[in-house]
């Protein structure tokens, strides 16, 4: 978009066009979805803005904030040959707008024509209920533990698995879920030692065990490490459509 379609926007929305003007307006809108969709961004944080800065300081700490911006992305240019008359100041906060405009486009078209994945996408664990395939042990801290899992309290479910593991260190279900809380915060190194030997053994979490091996390289953004664990879990893994997936789009 060019500055001149902002100030189009501000003079369409403060009634100053002519009826020929504004008829030419709405038939563009009409035929040109680009400048539909940056005219209703503009307009909503038109509103916004109107609406929350109400007085000088906020004005001045505001314009401190965005006039770096707003320059950054738009530089004067030559009037066309029949400009529009501007009969309100197309003060720095609309060209702010503008820019953000600019930035909000620019930002969604990247990420619908770039490809890549985020790990968020795929960090979809499944349910589960530690007390219920377990017989022994404490009953309280199982369903605890179960509960901050599901919940997605990470922090309270690595704590909770810990003591569970000082009873049990061999449970894989318990280092398998750990694992993941710890993918979760971060603590890729533990997480991955875990991981890698759960995928060596021949328990029904090998290739589970893989997968998520994957996602904490994807979390790193070590695509290339990610891709060649990807390219170890077989088509009859529970994750295998999941994986298959993430490898089209990162690959």
Not at 61 to 71: E, G, M, R, V, Y
Not at 186 to 214: C, M, R
Request: aromatic share 12%; hydrophobic share 35%.
């Amino acid at each position: 978009m060019e500055e001149q379609d902002y100030i189009l926007f501000e003079n369409y929305l403060a009634g100053d066009l002519s009826d020929q003007q504004s008829s030419d307006f709405e038939n563009r809108l009409n035929t040109d979805q680009e400048f539909k969709q940056a005219f209703t961004i503009y307009k909503q944080l038109s509103a916004n803005l109107e609406h929350e800065i109400g007085n000088k300081d906020q004005t001045a700490d505001f314009k401190a904030n965005l006039d770096t911006i707003s320059h950054r992305y738009f530089i004067k240019q030559e009037d066309k040959e029949n400009p529009i008359e501007r009969k309100k100041t197309f003060n720095f906060y609309k060209l702010a707008i503008a820019a953000s405009i600019a930035l909000v486009m620019g930002f969604f078209a990247y990420n619908q024509f770039s490809g890549g994945a985020n790990y968020s996408d795929f960090n979809t664990h499944d349910t589960v209920d530690f007390a219920v395939r377990n017989t022994e042990g404490n009953v309280g801290l199982l369903i605890k533990t179960t509960k901050a899992f599901n919940n997605k309290d990470y922090k309270k479910a690595k704590a909770y698995l810990e003591e569970l593991l000082q009873n049990n260190p061999d449970n894989v279900e318990y280092n398998f879920y750990y694992a993941i809380t710890n993918i979760e915060l971060d603590n890729f190194a533990k997480a991955e030692t875990i991981l890698g030997d759960i995928s060596q053994g021949s328990s029904a979490y090998n290739n589970k065990a893989k997968w998520y091996l994957a996602l904490s390289k994807l979390k790193q953004q070590k695509e290339a490490e990610c891709i060649k664990i990807l390219k170890t879990i077989p088509e009859d893994a529970d994750d295998y459509d999941q994986a298959h997936k993430l490898l089209n789009k990162i690959e």
